[in-house]
């Protein structure tokens, strides 16, 4: 049967319908949006250097990379324009400044994130983590977006793994409303509100995934998309620069064993990869580190776009089910 559920985190309503899906397995064959493209085209290509900007970081050594960190070629802030703020006629207007970079994850063409080794998460949350704490060293800098997008159903342009990274001089409004709502819950009930989202999902049961000492791995229980799953950091950890090597290890094997898993049940599919660290140059900063997998395996239609309600057809229960 067909039924409405909340999800505390988004604070937004979920209709699941089970009927409208087909069985999992056919679900993932239809998505065959991951493609190869010519290899000759490809910039990120190992020898392909040059066809870069200059590089910001680098993990390997000079001949032989594991990580790049590039600025993006077509970005769509720029950290050489000047910070305005001004008024056209009743218009509000800020410049374009800001920073856009990319995260090259591997040297290798075909290998997707869902391919990983543990070692390769640790290079890639290792460079995340360095670059951000060189990026808020310009203290014009207040909101760090990122985000990845694999395949053509979640918005990439590129096949080769990558992630991208947008600073912003300012927080975006919804991050705002979402901090805002983390700091009313503590002061409303006196407990982090990911810890009782957490212990939430520890006693329903069903979705629990992975976990070990420092993060938690679940399908929740109000999911917005088939088989998406949360991770969020077990310790009051606000956001990716405040992991020590220990934390970045965990991380990196619940990472693995979800890739793993998703690609197992699911074959080559879009996804979407948020890591949430909310306001990082606030020295009460009320988020909890959590990334979301988002497969993108159905579309957005009219409903959504209308109530802002979206349609599940799987179950997080049996996604968790399947991806155990």
Not at 8 to 26: C, G, H, I
Not at 130 to 146: A, G, V
Request: aromatic share 12%; glycine share 4%; net charge negative.
């Amino acid at each position: 049967m067909s039924e409405f559920r909340y999800n505390k985190l988004t604070r937004k309503w979920v209709l699941f319908s089970p009927n409208r899906a087909k069985r999992p397995v056919e679900v993932c064959q239809q998505d065959k949006s991951v493609q190869t493209e010519n290899l000759e085209s490809c910039p990120f290509e190992t020898g392909r250097e040059h066809m870069t900007p200059d590089e910001l970081l680098r993990i390997g050594d000079k001949d032989h990379w594991r990580v790049r960190v590039v600025p993006n070629l077509y970005h769509a802030l720029s950290i050489d324009d000047e910070l305005i703020s001004h008024k056209y006629q009743s218009f509000e207007v800020k410049s374009g400044f800001g920073a856009h970079e990319v995260i090259i994850e591997t040297p290798d063409h075909t290998k997707q994130m869902y391919h990983f080794t543990l070692d390769e998460f640790v290079d890639y949350f290792t460079a995340i983590k360095l670059r951000i704490e060189n990026l808020k060293k310009d203290t014009r800098l207040q909101y760090f977006s990122l985000f990845k997008n694999c395949g053509n159903n979640a918005g990439a342009t590129l096949d080769h793994s990558h992630t991208q990274l947008i600073a912003m001089p300012f927080i975006p409004n919804k991050i705002k409303e979402d901090l805002e709502f983390y700091r009313k819950h503590k002061e409303e009930t006196q407990r982090d509100f990911f810890d009782d989202l957490i212990y939430d999902e520890q006693r329903f049961k069903k979705g629990l995934l992975f976990e070990n000492n420092s993060f938690i791995a679940f399908c929740p229980y109000a999911s917005t998309f088939p088989f998406e799953v949360l991770v969020v950091a077990q310790e009051p950890i606000c956001s990716i620069i405040e992991c020590e090597s220990v934390q970045i290890y965990a991380l990196s094997e619940i990472m693995e064993f979800l890739f793993k898993n998703l690609h197992k049940a699911l074959g080559e599919f879009s996804f979407n990869l948020l890591i949430k660290n909310g306001d990082m140059n606030h020295p009460d900063n009320p988020n909890r580190l959590h990334l979301q997998i988002l497969p993108r395996l159905t579309g957005v239609a009219g409903f959504e776009l209308e109530s802002d309600i979206f349609i599940n057809t799987i179950l997080p229960e049996l996604a968790a089910k399947v991806l155990k």
